[in-house]
T-cell receptor
Framework: DAKTTQPTSMDCAEGRAANLPCNHSTISGNEYVYWYRQIHSQGPQYIIHGLKNNETNEMASLIITEDRKSSTLILPHATLRDTAVYYCIVRVSRQLTFGSGTQLTVLP | ETGVTQSPTHLIKTRGQQVTLRCSSQSGHNTVSWYQQALGQGPQFIFQYYREEENGRGNFPPRFSGLQFPNYSSELNVNALELDDSALYLC??????????????FGDGTRLSIL
């Protein structure tokens, strides 16, 4: 599975959009981009995934660049409960390979 | 709420002992994966079970073993416990091994402490 690069930490004001970037320059054609988040002391929570097209669900939007070498997870209206570690994962095999993720802190 | 339940939530063991952790998968899911998460790190893949057989394994020694039952629930067994086995053990279920784009859904884990 391709490796991903994410910023270590980010802050976002409550009510504003949180934009979390991820670089995956070695992604291959059949690898999906997944996003999970983990709130302290809980298991990772699935957010969204995509292959080529932008995706949106009730939690977030996923924007994948045309060359697929990077993506952005967008939380449209961040709340305090969105404070968590966000993991960007590129996957084709059975397993999910987690990196260090981005610690997102939503500030009041 | 993913519907994936793990038991127990916390467990304390001593070095050399054996432990069994349990996982009930989300309804309709037939694949179970296990992960180990050490403090301050991301989860690391241990192995996956599909149709009651191991279907992929990470870089973990043979003393880590598992089972999957006909109802798709699963167990993780660890023998000869070492201090470094102290971690959060996570179970994730998903639908159909053949469709690798199906997301895995995690339980809240078992916190294992080795004294």
């Amino acid at each position: 599975d391709a490796k991903t690069t994410q910023p270590t930490s980010m802050d976002c004001a409550e009510g504003r959009a949180a934009n979390l970037p991820c670089n995956h320059s070695t992604i291959s054609g059949n690898e999906y981009v997944y996003w999970y988040r983990q709130i302290h002391s809980q298991g990772p929570q699935y957010i969204i995934h995509g292959l080529k097209n932008n995706e949106t669900n009730e939690m977030a939007s996923l924007i994948i660049t045309e060359d697929r070498k990077s993506s952005t997870l967008i939380l449209p209206h961040a709340t305090l409960r969105d404070t968590a570690v966000y993991y960007c994962i590129v996957r084709v095999s059975r397993q999910l390979t987690f990196g260090s993720g981005t610690q997102l802190t939503v500030l009041p | 709420e993913t519907g994936v339940t793990q038991s127990p939530t916390h467990l304390i063991k001593t070095r050399g002992q054996q432990v069994t952790l349990r996982c009930s998968s989300q309804s309709g899911h037939n694949t179970v994966s296990w992960y180990q998460q050490a403090l301050g790190q991301g989860p690391q893949f241990i192995f996956q079970y599909y149709r009651e057989e191991e279907n992929g394994r990470g870089n973990f020694p043979p003393r880590f073993s598992g089972l999957q039952f006909p109802n798709y629930s699963s167990e993780l067994n660890v023998n000869a416990l070492e201090l470094d086995d102290s971690a959060l053990y996570l179970c994730a279920s998903s639908l159909a091994q053949a469709f690798s784009n199906q997301p895995q859904h995690f339980g809240d884990g078992t916190r294992l402490s080795i004294l």
